[in-house]
């Protein structure tokens, strides 16, 4: 009989706390995205505003508890910090996930991002600080992004991405954003 209660017990506070949640806009876009920017931010962090410009979406690579970065994401050689979910393409295009209609970048790059996680012991930075080192608000020149859910092409397709441009045919698919 205790043992059922405890369950019970436990059912309850599962379900208050589910649905008690604030519910925010959706953290990440779609798909992959294929853009140009005003600067080379390839090596720069990008976080997600709301139509207020607020930071609602912000990365966090770095476990305090575990004292670790396990994320799939990140690939850390002895010389570099890698965001593997992006790659430079032709006329000076990046492909890359976790971009939005809304994304702006920030003067951090991942290995200083990171590094800022680990010797503050914090999992993501403060939107405080973030707001701080915001380097640019408006960074797009173009930006197309594949409205598919699942995304409908992955990082491996730079080839095909390649392809799409010097055909003049990114809008043919991947929607115009800017």
Same mark, same amino acid.
């Given at each position: &009989?205790?043992?059922?209660?405890?369950?019970?017990? $436990?059912?309850?506070?599962?379900?208050?706390?589910?649905?008690?949640?604030?519910?925010?806009?959706?953290? @990440?876009?779609?798909?992959?995205?294929? /853009?140009?920017?005003?600067?080379? /931010?390839? +090596?720069?962090?990008?976080?997600?505003?709301?139509?207020?410009?607020?930071? +609602?979406?912000?990365?966090? %690579?770095?476990?305090?508890?575990?004292?670790?970065?396990?994320?799939?994401?990140?690939?850390?050689?002895? #010389?570099?910090?890698? +965001?593997?979910? !992006?790659?430079?393409? $032709? #006329?000076?295009?990046? %492909?890359?996930?976790?971009?939005?209609? *809304?994304?702006? %970048?920030?003067?951090?790059?991942?290995?200083?991002?990171? *590094?800022?996680? $680990? *010797? =503050? =012991?914090?999992?993501?930075?403060?939107?405080?600080?973030?707001?701080?080192?915001?380097?640019?608000?408006?960074?797009?020149?173009?930006?197309?992004?594949?409205? =598919? !859910?699942?995304?409908?092409?992955?990082?491996?397709?730079?080839?095909?991405? =390649?392809? &799409?441009?010097? *055909? #003049?045919? @990114?809008?043919?698919?991947?929607?115009? $954003?800017?």
């Amino acid at each position: &009989m205790k043992t059922i209660l405890n369950i019970v017990s $436990i059912c309850g506070i599962i379900i208050i706390v589910a649905f008690s949640c604030e519910k925010g806009p959706r953290a @990440l876009p779609r798909g992959f995205a294929v /853009y140009k920017t005003k600067g080379d /931010y390839f +090596y720069n962090v990008s976080v997600g505003t709301n139509e207020r410009g607020e930071l +609602y979406h912000h990365p966090a %690579f770095y476990n305090p508890r575990y004292n670790s970065i396990n994320d799939g994401r990140i690939k850390i050689t002895e #010389d570099d910090t890698i +965001y593997i979910f !992006r790659a430079r393409l $032709i #006329d000076g295009y990046i %492909f890359g996930g976790e971009i939005g209609e *809304n994304s702006i %970048f920030l003067d951090f790059t991942f290995k200083e991002y990171i *590094n800022y996680e $680990i *010797n =503050n =012991n914090c999992s993501g930075v403060p939107s405080k600080v973030l707001n701080e080192h915001i380097l640019d608000a408006d960074p797009f020149l173009e930006l197309y992004i594949d409205q =598919n !859910r699942p995304g409908k092409y992955e990082i491996s397709d730079t080839a095909l991405i =390649n392809q &799409m441009i010097r *055909n #003049d045919e @990114l809008e043919k698919y991947f929607e115009k $954003i800017k």
